[in-house]
């Protein structure tokens, strides 16, 4: 079994800064990407950024966040997410998400229970 454990959300002026993290653990053979989800209250659950193996594709959701940087440390399983200059807008749960292959030949996808991010003006 595979979890995965948020840590570092919270609540933060706007302007201000906070650093995620998410570990893998348990029955890892390998992980192929990791990434961060957010989901705001009534609307739907959005891609903020994916980092994989190998750092070289290290891809922004969408709506392209210059203000976050999405890193990793594979000898930990782990994944960090920093936000600067936090807007409002930025208030949301945000969720990690893994695909992590249990074997050479089986992989699925994994989420995290999620954060709360709460930037207030």
């Known amino acids: 079994q595979v979890q995965l454990v948020e840590f570092g959300g919270g609540s933060v002026q706007a302007g201000g800064s906070l650093r995620l993290s998410c570990a893998a653990s348990?029955?890892?053979?390998?992980?192929?990407?990791m990434g961060w989800y957010r989901q705001a209250p009534g609307k739907q659950r959005e891609l903020v950024a994916t980092?994989?193996?190998?750092?070289?594709?290290?891809v922004k959701g969408r709506f392209t966040i210059s203000r976050f940087t999405i890193s990793r440390d594979n000898a930990k399983n782990t994944v960090y997410l920093q936000m600067n200059s936090l807007k409002p807008e930025d208030t949301a749960v945000y969720y990690c998400?893994?695909?992590?292959?249990?074997?050479?030949?089986?992989?699925?996808?994994?989420w995290g229970q999620g954060t709360q991010v709460t930037v207030s003006s």
């Open positions: 348990g029955s890892i053979f390998s992980i192929n990407s």
């Open positions: 998400n893994a695909y992590i292959l249990s074997s050479m030949w089986r992989g699925n996808d994994y």
């Open positions: 980092i994989t193996t190998n750092y070289a594709d290290s």
